[in-house]
């Protein structure tokens, strides 16, 4: 189907229904498998040419991984960006006027700097320096789902497609290099996905490394 012919009332049920069934498919993950293909994953990530070229003085903004939704969890491969010099700054949750993205990143260096934030994420303390949006480098994006044309299922807040858009306009159209990390069974062959939505450069999981469509 093509998605420019999907009213958007056609498109909330198919973001629903899928969903419902990839947070069914991550849930049925046991924990130590959780842990096994986050490992392969980050592994796939660290060798994606732009993570891989993040050194010293480049800025990547990661995310905390929630144990209890089953999600991918990228802290091996950022752990080793920041031992190599890379910035590695995670999202925080914050009040907006309209004015600034809901979705702010901070400099977070060990686990002490994050504490319990909304949705059971934990994000970086108030205290800890905050970047602007221009100076990420790379973005890892979660999600429910990815397809490998780069069109990515999140959790319906719509935080990611806001920083990314904003993101995008705030460096004057450089474009931060966005990419997907989940688990295999978390691709499918067609993500729903409206004209709003983020669309990632790169899909990583623990069985593949996609460069999708127009990736720089």
């Known amino acids: 189907m093509d998605p420019s012919s999907t009213s958007p009332d056609q498109l909330q049920i ?3 229904a899928l969903r ?4 069914e498919r991550r849930q049925r993950l046991a924990a130590a498998e959780v842990k096994r293909l986050s490992v392969l994953a980050s592994a796939r990530l660290a060798e994606v040419p ?18 209890a939704k089953g999600e991918a969890d990228p802290a091996a491969a950022l752990a080793a960006a920041r031992l190599r010099g890379a910035v590695v700054v995670y999202p925080r949750i914050a009040a907006t006027d309209g004015k600034a993205p809901r979705l702010r ?3 977070a260096d060990s686990a002490g700097d994050l504490v319990p934030g909304p949705y059971g994420v934990r994000q970086p303390a108030p205290s800890c320096p905050e970047l602007p949006l221009e100076r990420i480098d790379v973005m890892l994006m979660p999600g429910l789902a990815f397809d490998l044309t780069g069109r990515r299922l999140g959790l319906g807040g719509g935080y990611y497609d806001e920083a990314t ?17 989940g ?24 069985q593949r490394a996609t460069r999708c469509g127009g990736a720089p």
Not at 165 to 181: E, K
Not at 183 to 204: E, K, M, N, T
């Open 50 to 67: 732009p993570f891989a070229g993040a050194a010293a003085g480049a800025t990547i903004a990661g995310f905390v991984a929630i144990d």
């Open 14 to 16: 198919e973001k629903r």
């Open 20 to 23: 419902k069934d990839m947070a």
């Open 183 to 206: 688990f295999d069974v978390q691709i499918v062959p067609r993500c729903p996905a409206g004209g709003g939505d983020a669309v990632v450069d790169w899909v990583v999981t623990d």
């Open 165 to 181: 858009a904003w993101l995008r306009r705030s460096a004057g159209g450089a474009r931060a290099v966005l990419i997907g990390f």
């Open 105 to 107: 990143f901070h400099r």
